[in-house]
């Protein structure tokens, strides 16, 4: 990978000519720029220990954004969607009332549950005006960050374009180790959107081949936000609760910045980045350093997935660093990652993906696709045979990614979401544990998913 240059932002060039000239700008005529909002939870209670009450309703809402008026469908009331807070082996007993004009559902993206009954069952579909109570325990090492968001197929795109995400944060016993307590964490949820005449924009016929993006960038419902961290380290929990935007990330001024979760699960030890590529579903969690001085921009910098648009470079959060802060020290060990191997495989697939096929099939709920048995390891060699960059993503049973165009992953780490440029081939080892049941894997360009490029998987 490698390092981002640091760019200059047309306000600094223009500071500089005018200090230049000797014009001072007095701080209140700089350009007002909104404070990163904390996106608040969900109403909850937790009446005995060990068990969390949450309601949560999915109704339209008129909004702001951007400074535009907006009717959007909304998670209580809230774009993006109010927070779920959950901890390590608690029941929760979540009570969501539909107030669409349409069934939907809730799919708790990257929580190891089972994907039957009441738990994270996207086979359901909850009619308008109907009220569904889900029931699942969160198992131990589930702690992370993950998000939801609608999964009645066919209707997904468009209830996520509609304004309908939300974060969902695991709280674990290594959250409190003091190198992550002392850190300033924040939620950043990416989310784009475009309006008009004060509604999502519709789909086009084009969308449904590319993925629909677009031109409001925003970063917990506002564009470029600042955040004026209370630590010497942030901690940023990073979501892409996109259709399909795909982000870059990578600091403007080159410091070391270090990634410690992907997907809602911890690594062995910090790895220092460059830029970090973050797809359509997918989380990480990052742990920026700060020194009392300078304001620190996360950019976008460029990425080309194989389509007509692309997304401009742009800031998407500024830091502004307390004065005086000293970076935290980093912990120097995580969790421990067992590592599968290939020998290890029970079964071998292969799936190919292109455009709205998955394995040279349509999507067809009513076929299975991968027949497994319950606490094998699996290895699935998953290949892009189509034209665009595909996010490949699994519901329920996460994997480890063990090689890629035949060269092994630098580090282990668990995943759920993971990109395939046009030729890329994965071996991906599955292992199919804890959980019997029917669920889904697709791509996560969520028009794509609509349009077929999925498949069903039954763990007996």
Excluded at 38 to 59: F, K, M
Excluded at 342 to 354: G, K, L, Q, S, V
């Amino acid at each position: 990978m490698t390092r981002p240059l640091a760019a200059l932002r047309r306000r600094d060039v223009l500071g500089g000519l005018l200090a230049l000239a000797g014009v001072a700008i007095p701080r209140h005529a700089r350009p007002a720029v909104a404070a990163l909002p904390e996106i608040l939870s969900a109403p909850t209670r937790r009446p005995e220990p060990g068990l969390v009450e949450i309601a949560l309703e999915a109704a339209p809402a008129r909004l702001s954004v951007a400074g535009q008026p907006a009717e959007l469908w909304t998670y209580a009331g809230a774009f993006p969607g109010r927070l779920l807070r959950l901890r390590e082996g608690e029941t929760v007993r979540l009570r969501f009332a539909n107030r669409l004009p349409e069934p939907t559902n809730l799919h708790f993206h990257g929580l190891h549950v089972p994907p039957t009954g009441r738990a994270d069952n996207t086979w359901l579909h909850i009619p308008p005006g109907e009220t569904f109570a889900y029931e699942f325990t969160v198992p131990p090492g589930a702690g992370g960050t993950h998000w939801y968001h609608p999964h009645v197929h066919g209707g997904i795109a468009r209830q996520m374009w509609a304004g309908l995400a939300g974060p969902l944060i695991v709280d674990g016993p290594l959250d409190a180790m003091p190198e992550l307590a002392a850190t300033d964490e924040r939620i950043v949820l990416l989310k784009d959107l475009a309006l008009v005449d004060g509604r999502p924009a519709p789909h086009g016929v084009m969308d449904w081949h590319k993925g629909k993006e677009g031109d409001l960038v925003l970063v917990n419902g506002v564009p470029s936000p600042e955040l004026r961290a209370t630590a010497g380290t942030v901690r940023l929990r990073l979501i892409n609760a996109c259709n399909a935007r795909y982000f870059r990330l990578g600091l403007e001024d080159g410091r070391p910045w270090h990634l410690i979760a992907t997907d809602g699960h911890f690594l062995e030890q910090p790895q220092a980045l460059d830029d970090l590529l973050l797809v359509p579903g997918a989380r990480a969690d990052v742990l920026i350093p700060l020194e009392g001085r300078g304001e620190v921009r996360l950019r976008h910098l460029f990425y080309d997935r194989r389509t007509p648009d692309f997304t401009p470079e742009r800031t998407l959060l500024t830091i502004v660093p307390r004065a005086g802060a000293r970076p935290l020290p980093l912990p120097e060990r995580l969790a421990a990652v067992p590592r599968l191997r290939p020998d290890d495989a029970a079964a071998r697939r292969r799936i190919t993906m292109a455009m709205f096929l998955l394995g040279g099939r349509p999507f067809n709920p009513h076929r299975i696709d991968i027949s497994g048995r319950l606490d094998d390891v699996e290895l699935w060699e998953v290949e892009n045979v189509g034209t665009m960059d595909h996010p490949f993503h699994t519901h329920t049973w996460y994997f480890q990614v063990a090689t890629l165009n035949g060269r092994p992953e630098p580090f282990a780490a668990w995943r759920d979401t993971v990109n395939l440029r046009p030729g890329d081939r994965l071996e991906l080892l599955v292992p199919l544990r804890s959980y019997p049941g029917r669920s889904v894997y697709h791509c996560h360009i969520a028009e794509h998913g609509d349009k077929g490029m999925m498949g069903v998987i039954e763990v007996i």
